[in-house]
């Protein structure tokens, strides 16, 4: 009879939590942060093997380099960015909104 393997995710919810917190707080150190919203399979406690890590931000002004400032800041997550400004986030807010729906905010 074959053997089948399950495997869960690396890391537990409260896990995941406390890594994203100490990743924000570095990214906070380059970035100005106005919200970050884990929102998705994460949030609502259905992450399988195959989620990424839904995170959603309002930041300050643009920043071109913002992705490869989240990747240091996360190492490891299969981080899945969602990052506007306050006037970006003003057009798309009721997508946001949705996005929002159900989700853990991680920083006021």
């Known amino acids: 009879m074959p053997t089948v393997k ?3 995710p690396r890391w537990t919810r409260e ?3 406390l890594r ?9 150190e380059e970035v100005p942060l106005l919200e970050a919203w884990l929102f998705g399979s994460w ?8 989620s990424d890590v839904d995170l959603l931000l309002y930041r300050g002004p643009r920043r071109e380099d913002l992705h ?3 990747r ?3 190492p490891g997550l299969p981080l899945e960015l969602h990052a506007y400004t306050e006037e970006e986030a003003a057009r798309l807010e ?3 909104a949705r996005m929002r729906e159900g989700a853990l905010r991680l920083r006021p």
């Open 6 to 8: 399950v495997f869960y």
């Open 15 to 17: 896990e995941l939590l």
């Open 20 to 28: 994203l917190e100490e990743g924000l707080k570095a990214l906070e």
């Open 43 to 50: 949030a609502r406690g259905r992450a399988s093997v195959g």
């Open 68 to 70: 490869r400032l989240a």
């Open 72 to 74: 240091k800041a996360f």
């Open 94 to 96: 009721a997508v946001l």
